[in-house]
């Protein structure tokens, strides 16, 4: 190749990684949770839940291509990138984010999902937590496991609940992450941080080494299996406290699935030895906000007392647990989703309508709902952008044209 030819490739290489960077830029300043890739579409962010277009030309599936070359980290990956079905992987653009990034195929043709991960780690209050979470966190032992559909802000809360130890506690927390999201720097605790491919083959062998590594605090990214959950209850039970995640809808399903992970012949010890080791469960539904100005979470909080031990070892009696969690808001600072959602609807916070889709049980928030219909109709209706709020997808780029190449 000549001079001239290798000019004009770094230039369009150039060009290439300038226009990738000025898309996500465009989303990023417009708060987007997610960027959406693929051949044959257009560029699409999530806003404020909302999946929104950011251009007008479609990608081709060379470019889609180019993008997630770009993306992945070393040149062995990059090698095989032909034979590529899934691939996770984490990237950052300085200045402007991280990304949690998922590579896949579909029709033949590549489609990258990027989540985005904040530079700054958060705290319960920037996430608008119940405060009991700093109690939760605090524990010396136990499970304690965030619930939530896929977009929820599990990981978010997750990573509250080890910046709120990382702050106030001086213990070792180990992670076993895939990819590493939130960066954690050394405060009053020790942070050490393994990323599931790279610094460790696979999750339960990660954690079954964890446990050789004077560990006060174990975070798995997410329980999968019936293994992870058993390591992770064997570490609870020689003395350690592990935070995990389960996509799971609510508390009592995520009981069940735990449970349910297991073959039918181990359930019973196993919803056994999960009544004794689970420490607490905290179940979120992120919710559109009244006001139009982003989401805000809906929580869930179930706390493990020796009642609700009992509750869990009896399959017949699970489905009561809501029952005491109501009861048991005032004296152990627990709360079903119904109650947290009149919270949010009294305070202005999400409109009556939105909560009332968000229900458990839409017939029994709504008659206990009726009472604050009225300060609901003073709320702004989520969907509607207020003046002086933008549209969030004003202003986005128009036209790829001269940003991507065709090859």
């Given at each position: 190749m000549d001079e001239k030819s290798k000019g004009a490739r770094a230039s369009a290489a150039t060009t290439h990684q300038r226009g990738i960077e000025q898309i996500i830029k465009a989303a990023i300043d417009r708060n987007a949770s997610d960027l959406h890739i693929k051949a044959g579409d257009v560029f699409r962010a999530r806003i404020n839940g909302t999946l929104v277009p950011l251009t007008k030309q479609r990608l081709t599936p060379e470019q889609t291509k180019a993008i997630a070359l770009r993306l992945i980290p070393n040149d062995e990956d990059r090698a095989r990138i032909d034979r590529v079905r899934d691939y996770d992987c984490s990237w950052g653009m300085p200045g402007v984010g991280r990304f949690r990034v998922n590579i896949l195929r579909q029709r033949s043709s590549f489609m990258i999902v990027m989540r985005v991960i904040p530079f700054d780690v958060p705290t319960f209050g920037s996430l608008k937590l119940p405060p009991v979470l700093g109690t939760l966190a605090a524990a010396d032992l136990g499970m304690i496991l965030v619930a939530g559909a896929s977009g929820s802000g599990?990981?978010?809360?997750?990573?509250?609940?080890?910046?709120?130890i990382n702050q106030t506690q001086r213990k070792h927390v180990v992670t076993l992450e895939n990819p590493i999201e939130f960066l954690h720097r050394d405060i009053n605790s020790s942070v050490t941080q393994r990323e599931i491919g790279v610094d460790t083959d696979d999750v339960n062998r990660g954690l079954r080494a964890a446990l050789r590594q004077d560990p006060d605090v174990v975070v798995i990214g997410e329980v999968r299996d019936a293994l992870t959950i058993d390591t992770a209850m064997k570490a609870v039970e020689t003395g350690h406290l592990v935070i995990s995640t389960l996509p799971t809808p609510d508390v009592v399903t995520t009981v069940s699935r735990a449970v349910g992970l297991f073959p039918p012949e181990e359930q019973e010890i196993a919803r056994q030895r999960l009544a004794e080791a689970l420490h607490s469960v905290i179940a979120q539904r992120l919710l559109p906000r009244a006001d139009g100005q982003g989401r805000i979470a809906a929580v869930e909080i179930l706390i493990c007392t020796d009642a609700v031990r009992d509750l869990i070892k009896d399959a017949n009696r699970t489905s009561d647990i809501p029952d005491h969690m109501r009861e048991a808001r005032e004296e152990h600072g627990m709360q079903t989703f119904h109650q947290h959602l009149l919270d949010l609807v009294a305070e202005g916070?999400?409109?009556y309508e939105t909560a009332l889709a968000a229900a458990s049980y839409?017939?029994?928030?709504?008659?206990?709902?009726?009472?604050?219909r009225r300060v609901a109709r003073l709320a702004t209706p989520a969907q509607v952008v207020k003046p002086g709020v933008a549209d969030p997808a004003a202003g986005l780029t128009d036209d790829l044209s001269g940003l991507l190449p065709d090859q």
């Open positions: 599990k990981t978010s809360t997750m990573a509250a609940l080890v910046n709120h916070a999400v409109s839409p017939a029994e928030f709504e008659r206990e709902g009726r009472k604050l």
